[in-house]
């Protein structure tokens, strides 16, 4: 068998022709295999050397190697770009817009009361008060003994307390009635100066339109060797017109009595009904919002803290009602029925925490 030089050019020729004719990768390497494969054209070409005279195999040895570089080389860039497309089209149909929303809508909401703790929580934390916790099951001392409800006292009833039955030592534990024994866990495990407010969970024996069993307060208190009555007052001021997010407040200082306090007041804030609305900070209807005064000397001595050097204020606020006030909710039980229309309506989204910058509500 003789291979004419024509033959191996049409043959080059021909094969460059499919390589770049091959769509995919699939299709090039068929081309391959008939090519350089085993039983390939060039292959079978490259065998027959053997057959030939010295000097006609010393030249087609030559053009054959070459044939077969030039057939490797197109094959192999061929491929490249066929690798490439490939990839090119994959990362098109896969591509994401990583700006698009993660869900249409948000499900979620913060409950009003989370929303409210979080925006007293926020206003305080601005004055530079600490935040506090304390246990829901308290003993008689921290929640009244401590706090000067002297034994038998009727301050005690009013609270209208949860108790449960007596240990083998005859203690009965209780749910504690305000935040206030976290006063006294406070004063006992630091010392002044003391700026904390104390958010949590509150019980009483009592339920209406106005009242639930369970309840949420903010307690705050100041102990040091000179805060007075007037810081008190501003304190709350300030307090409830970032609360209420108003330039100015009607509000006045009503006396009240409380065992732990002296003296005491109760804050009210002023405010008219229009049509449904509440607006508060105008108008000549009062609304109380909190109980305040000066730590007690008594609360202070049952902490060994001397009232002759250390003095202070205390207050505690309803945060159901404040909520109820500043969002406009008409029945304190529906904060408890978990109803997902009543949550949707009156809830928050997730990610607005409130901050005094951008807006407590927003
Ligand atoms: N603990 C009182 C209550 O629950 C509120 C209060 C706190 C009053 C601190 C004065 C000082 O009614």
Redesign the pocket.
């Known amino acids: 068998m003789t291979v004419q030089t024509t033959d191996l050019t049409s043959l080059e020729r021909d094969i460059l022709a499919a390589i770049a004719a091959a769509e995919d990768e699939r299709t090039l390497d068929d081309v391959r295999v008939k090519a350089l494969g085993k039983k390939g054209r060039v292959s079978k070409l490259m065998k027959s050397l053997a057959a030939m005279e010295a000097d006609e195999r010393k030249v087609m040895g030559v053009k054959l190697n070459g044939l077969k570089t030039t057939l490797s080389d197109a094959i192999a860039e061929r491929q490249d770009e066929l690798h490439q497309a490939a990839l090119d089209a994959r990362l098109a149909a896969e591509k994401v817009d990583v700006t698009l929303p993660i869900r249409p809508h948000a499900e979620g909401r913060i409950h009003p009361v989370s929303q409210v703790f979080d925006e007293i929580i926020t206003i305080f934390a601005d004055m530079g008060f600490e935040v506090k916790e304390g246990p829901d099951i308290e003993d008689d001392f921290y929640n009244f003994t401590a706090l000067n409800f002297p034994p038998g006292h009727p301050a005690r009833d009013i609270h209208d307390t949860f108790f449960f039955h007596p240990d083998e030592n005859g203690e009965r534990k209780l749910l504690r009635?305000?935040?206030?024994p976290v006063?006294i866990r406070t004063m006992q495990a630091e010392k002044p100066p003391i700026r904390i407010i104390v958010p949590g969970r509150?019980y009483r024996c009592d339920s209406d339109q106005t009242h639930t069993p369970m309840f949420h307060?903010v307690?705050?208190?100041v102990i040091d060797q000179e805060t007075h009555m007037g810081h008190l007052k501003w304190c709350l001021e300030e307090f409830t017109k970032a609360f209420f997010e108003v330039d100015d407040i009607r509000f006045r200082f009503r006396p009240h009595f409380?065992p732990?306090?002296e003296p005491?007041a109760e804050m009210d804030i002023g405010y008219t009904r229009v049509g449904n609305e509440i607006r508060v900070g105008e108008g000549d209807d009062w609304l109380e919002i909190?109980?305040?005064?000066m730590v007690h000397p008594n609360v202070l001595k049952n902490v060994g803290l001397d009232p002759d050097v250390y003095q202070g204020f205390?207050?505690?606020m309803g945060v159901d009602r404040l909520a109820m006030l500043k969002y406009g909710i008409p029945d304190l039980r529906d904060f408890f029925a978990a109803d997902m229309r009543w949550l949707t309506h009156y809830g928050f989204a997730a990610l607005d925490m409130p901050n005094l910058a951008n807006g407590l509500s927003r």
């Open positions: 009635t305000h935040t206030s006063q509150t307060q307690e705050g208190l409380f732990f306090t005491s909190l109980g305040c005064g205390a207050f505690g």
